[in-house]
């Protein structure tokens, strides 16, 4: 149906339904462009991108260089009209900017000038957002800060996890990327300049992000909690051993602040037939599922029907 030529380019999980979406509406994908195989888990066994795989199975060609900065000739030989880029993970060159007559547009997961960077889905849980969504925008050289070309938002559950939003989005990004086609197409689509008073940044989680700090209010914690599931993982130790919290709680007892003064954040101020209350700035924060280190992710309440490690008045650090 669509003759252009386009190249997508994208790696992680939010690019697949990007991809397959353009494929299903009959946009002619002519170059996938991915970061290499990567050898992943114990064993470490070399595992595709998962837009390569989606290529693969469409006949589409593949290129994978290790470094786009200083290979990217294969992407100008194809003389694309268009270059459609999702969470592809390095910046790409002006000379490939520069190449295709209907730009390079990117699918970026917030409604920017928020959030620029390489973890917006994270931020927008970790800050307690009630809404985010996806911006359709021109790349430029300088990060997320080209003009936007279309948005679709999206309010946030207070219980998402940061997993689930991101598939959201995902799916969100796919829908939002097919929606502005035709305009961009047409060349009758906006071209919106971003607020520069309004920018905020997302930069990748840093480990010293994923330790909880108990001396916080507890809604921040689980904002923490959540925002960091499934991956990175928030984490804190006990006996000097990791400690991964996957779910949790925030206490609403009103006694609680009152009850629990006298001890010190991260103290263990209770342990319930199915989680773990641990005091924190301004009451008790309620662990439901977590990760001791070595062994399997869990309820709470399954470990605590086997060997109990954690006791009331010990602390978290």
Not at 58 to 69: C, L
Not at 271 to 291: L, M, N, S
Not at 297 to 309: F, S, T
């Amino acid at each position: 149906m669509n003759q252009l030529k386009i190249v997508f380019m994208g790696t992680a999980t939010f690019s697949e339904a990007v991809l397959k979406n353009l494929i299903q509406h009959d946009y002619n994908i002519v170059q996938v462009v991915s970061q290499p195989d990567r050898r992943v888990g114990r064993k470490k066994e070399l595992k595709m991108p998962e837009v390569k795989v989606v290529a693969l199975e469409h006949d589409i060609p593949v290129f994978q260089p290790q470094r786009i900065k200083e290979d990217y000739q294969a992407i100008l030989d194809m003389q694309p009209d268009l270059i459609i880029t999702a969470a592809y993970g390095q910046m790409i060159p002006q000379e490939v900017l520069d190449c295709p007559r209907l730009g390079c547009i990117n699918v970026h997961a917030s409604l920017l000038p928020k959030y620029r960077g390489g973890a917006p889905v994270h931020y927008a849980i970790l800050n307690g957002d009630e809404k985010t969504g996806v911006t359709i925008m021109y790349m430029v050289k300088k990060m997320d800060a080209g003009n936007i070309i279309y948005q679709k938002e999206t309010p946030i559950s207070y219980d998402e996890t940061v997993g689930e939003l991101y598939d959201r989005l995902s799916t969100l990004g796919a829908e939002a990327i097919v929606e502005a086609m035709p305009a961009i197409i047409e060349g009758t689509n906006a071209s919106i300049p971003q607020d520069e008073s309004k920018v905020t940044y997302s930069p990748v989680i840093s480990r010293e992000q994923e330790k909880i700090d108990f001396n916080r209010p507890a809604i921040e914690i689980y904002n923490h909690v959540r925002g960091l599931n499934p991956w990175p993982g928030a984490y804190t130790t006990y006996q000097g051993k990791t400690v991964k919290i996957y779910q949790g709680l925030v206490h609403n007892c009103p006694n609680a602040m009152t009850h629990h003064a006298h001890q010190e954040p991260g103290t263990i101020v209770k342990i319930f037939k199915d989680a773990i209350g641990v005091k924190v700035q301004d009451g008790v924060y309620i662990i439901t599922e977590f990760q001791l280190e070595g062994k399997k992710r869990m309820l709470v309440k399954d470990y605590l029907n086997g060997h109990n490690i954690f006791e009331v008045d010990q602390k978290f650090e």
